[in-house]
């Protein structure tokens, strides 16, 4: 055997000693790491309550409205964005403080007179006392766009009779200011 064969053998068996010598073992666990995507924030509109006094069938009467956030339905704006529906409750009070009216409103009441998108995608923004006259209150109330900016909503008329009945029609007359 010449040199070089000797020297072709001992690298072999050093490769084979290298090969199947034990590895060293260690307490490291590679786990890919999980990466959760960041929930987009639910946005509310603002709550609000208004009082006030009208003259009607010759008592005075009281309305109150107040909108508050119903956590249990969701609408969106035109970019996408979340928000909590509204619920708007009505109430009525006789000068003797008793209670004449009260209900409390969410957008499936009016849903009759709005198209898919609004029925769908719309909020509950507001109901306002407009005026007393004859046999019944006359409110305006709107289903729209839930962001602040936006001016997308559909105006619809709520009446409550003399009898507590309510009546709703979508709005088609133009407020013009000369």
Not at 48 to 65: E, F, P
Not at 162 to 175: A, E, F, Q
Request: charged share 25%.
């Amino acid at each position: 055997m010449n040199n070089r064969q000797l020297a072709v053998m001992a690298l072999c068996t050093l490769l084979g000693f290298e090969a199947c010598s034990e590895k060293k073992q260690t307490n490291d666990i590679i786990v890919p790491k999980i990466v959760k995507k960041a929930q987009k924030k639910i946005n509310a509109m603002s709550d609000y309550s208004q009082s006030k006094s009208v003259d009607w069938l010759g008592q005075t009467y009281t309305v109150v409205v107040h909108r508050f956030v119903d956590k249990t339905a969701q609408c969106e704006d035109e970019s996408g964005n979340k928000y909590y529906a509204n619920k708007i409750s009505l109430r009525i009070h006789r000068a003797d403080g008793s209670v004449f009216f009260d209900r409390t409103f969410t957008k499936q009441d009016f849903g009759r007179y709005l198209n898919s998108d609004v029925a769908e995608k719309g909020a509950l923004l507001g109901i306002v006392l407009e005026n007393a006259g004859g046999d019944h209150l006359r409110f305006a109330a709107s289903v729209g766009s839930p962001d602040q900016m936006s001016d997308e909503f559909v105006p619809l008329v709520l009446d409550v009779s003399r009898t507590g009945g309510i009546s709703i029609s979508v709005d088609t007359s133009l407020d013009v200011s000369d």
